[in-house]
């Protein structure tokens, strides 16, 4: 375990940097509001609404910030959209030249639905995004891969089910991602609702953290070297409070725990350098029992928080790190009895 915390100190302090860092002397509080400004303009003129949110900004970032910021905050996601298109291409899958006929229709109606309605999913809005970084001279793709979140939580590499955006910045590939920055995701009473609220944590953000959600189709648009599949599909689930408060859950980095009762579990965060610790604290879930519990801060320092726990009852567990309200990232927890318990149960 220390040799663990060691490597971890050593990530965070050798690449571990957020690349919108890249652009610290950069205040984006004018870009925002000039991204204000346009509220609610149709796109029926894609040109004249990309000249206007850029030709009184000098530098790429600052052009590309007013475009993403346009497009988080003036496009719903579409779940319903999402939720047919995901049923469909499951029941086609074995079916290619069907799939591709759907992929299509589907596709035209997207389209239809972004530019009348301005809602759509997440092609939607990494094309919409490309769009008008094009018609800015700004290159910008669309990476369609896979995509890790409570909702959609992929244990094998199937069909791809997210698409997002790399940007070149001053030469240097960034990645983002629009769709999520868009807003949240609630159920209430069976039914899943979008509520906008942008989130700064999915713009330009650091490739080992991104990584950790997404994973493309084209390997080279991890923009790391080594990164594993199996690395992607083992990792706990993070969710988008985990980027809204810049907290990448290091270790454990399996998603499946097993521990003892009384043994000593280790969580290690890289924070970004800010975080309230005292506002971190674990939601355990057994059965239909739950509670919560505040972990032991170790250190908090450098970017790194460390943070202990010990189980007091064996069992499984659904374990939850929270900030807040928020939820972080999600682990299960195997906690069997300990070997001497074992025989006096005998």
Not at 232 to 261: G, V
């Amino acid at each position: 375990m220390k040799n663990l915390w060691l490597a971890c100190i050593l990530i965070i302090s050798g690449t571990l940097k957020g690349q919108l860092t890249d652009f610290s002397e950069i205040n984006f509080a004018r870009v925002d509001s000039i991204a204000g400004l346009y509220q609610g303009t149709n796109l029926s003129n894609l040109p004249q609404l990309t000249y206007q949110l850029t030709h009184n900004l000098d530098t790429e970032v600052e052009k590309f910030r007013a475009l993403y910021i346009w497009v988080c905050t003036n496009i719903a996601n579409d779940y319903l959209a999402y939720q047919k298109n995901k049923r469909k291409r499951e029941s086609l899958r074995h079916d290619s030249l069907k799939l591709a006929e759907w992929n299509h229709s589907f596709s035209q109606e997207m389209f239809r639905t972004l530019y009348r309605e301005r809602k759509t999913v997440c092609t939607g809005f990494a094309f919409l995004l490309q769009e008008m970084s094009t018609i800015a001279g700004i290159p910008c793709r669309i990476v369609n891969g896979y995509a890790r979140t409570s909702y959609a939580n992929v244990d094998a590499l199937g069909m791809p089910n997210h698409s997002w955006n790399a940007v070149q910045l001053n030469g240097k590939w960034y990645l983002c991602d629009p769709t999520w920055s868009s807003g949240n995701l609630y159920t209430h009473w069976g039914t899943t609702l979008f509520v906008p609220e942008f989130n700064e944590g999915f713009f330009l953000t650091e490739p080992a953290f991104f990584f950790r959600s997404h994973y493309p189709e084209d390997t080279a648009w991890t923009l790391m070297n080594g990164a594993s599949v199996r690395d992607f599909l083992d990792a706990p689930i993070l969710y988008n409070a985990a980027f809204k408060h810049s907290l990448n859950p290091l270790a454990p980095q399996s998603m499946h725990i097993e521990t003892a009762k009384r043994d000593t579990l280790r969580f290690i965060l890289a924070t970004g350098g800010k975080v309230d610790a005292g506002q971190i604290y674990l939601e355990l879930h057994s059965g239909s029992h739950s509670r919560t519990a505040q972990p032991e801060v170790i250190s908090n320092k450098g970017g790194v928080l460390v943070l202990e726990y010990r189980f007091h009852k064996s069992g499984y567990y659904d374990l939850h790190l929270k900030v807040g309200e928020d939820y972080i990232a999600t682990y299960t927890a195997s906690v069997p009895k300990r070997r001497k318990e074992r025989k006096a149960d005998l």
